[in-house]
């Protein structure tokens, strides 16, 4: 199953908010392997394969992040291979870049941060037949990753890494929220997902066609903390694409919740309970 194609459910884009673009695009360029795919002096849109995955943009009077916030805890770079997974441990390492890693049983994970501090994982799945659901929800865990193995897998391919491979899209996004029992009735009344994990009380994890998460959202910062300001560095959108029926559906039961929805040109615009925004695409 594509898990990242219509008809299903999932995260095109993450715009961010940035203060120094062009530290950040070489970062995004060098350091992760995002191609350019347009630029402006205020904005660049960065992706793979041709098809924009990150924005950044500076914003007048922006500054950097103060303190805590709702907002982005990581965005989630999904690769198509294990071998491809492999070459970018080995290139981050070269590099001298400070990563953690695990391997959650779905998939295996690497992760850093950009130099404003947003959280980024770069992702391998394990096939879903490798996935154990029980009860409804799949089992996540946190475990050593096998680096060796990565790293053996990378060198089987002679080809040293140049950039993403075409098919990296990007596989989920992580937010930071306010109060969790919201956010769910958000994400599942309201936009149609469904819970596929738990971790406790601060965190829950949902998708659309039995995924093992789409968006995944903590309370890690805080329960009641604010939403990020306009004017501070961080997510400044994802977009969620969609079906046409599905998003219809959704701005109907949005709506009935009470829910601002405000059409713009190209997609429709709505914020979560803890004011993440979302670009609804068709």
Known sequence: MDFHNKPVTHVGEIGL????????????????????????????????????????????????????????????ILL????????????LHQQGIELGSSDHLVSE??????PEGNGIEIYRD??????????????MAVEPIDAQGLIEEAQKSPMLWCGLPAETVMGHIHLHVSNLTEAKNFYTEGLGLEVVSRLGRQALFVADQ??????????????????????????????????????????????SRGTEIIKRDEYWEVKDPSGNSIRLVV
């Open 109 to 114: 994970a690497l992760y850093i941060s950009d």
């Open 126 to 139: 394990r096939t879903p037949d490798h996935w154990n659901w029980r009860n409804e929800e799949v089992s």
């Open 80 to 91: 198509p291979t294990r071998q491809a997974l492999g070459k970018i441990l080995v290139h």
């Open 210 to 255: 039995k995924y093992h998460h789409h968006i995944g959202l903590n309370m890690w910062n805080g329960e009641g903390i604010p939403a990020l300001p306009e004017k501070e560095a961080g997510l400044n959108y994802y977009t969620l694409i969609m079906e046409k029926e599905n998003r219809d559906k959704a701005i109907e039961n949005l709506r």
């Open 17 to 76: 908010k940035v203060v120094d673009i062009k530290k950040m695009k070489e970062f995004y360029t060098e350091v992760i392997g995002f191609e350019v795919i347009s630029e402006e002096p205020h904005l660049v849109a960065l992706g793979a394969g041709g098809n924009v995955l990150v924005r950044l943009e500076v914003i007048e009077g922006i500054s950097s992040k103060q303190g805590r916030y709702t907002g982005l805890y990581h965005l989630a």
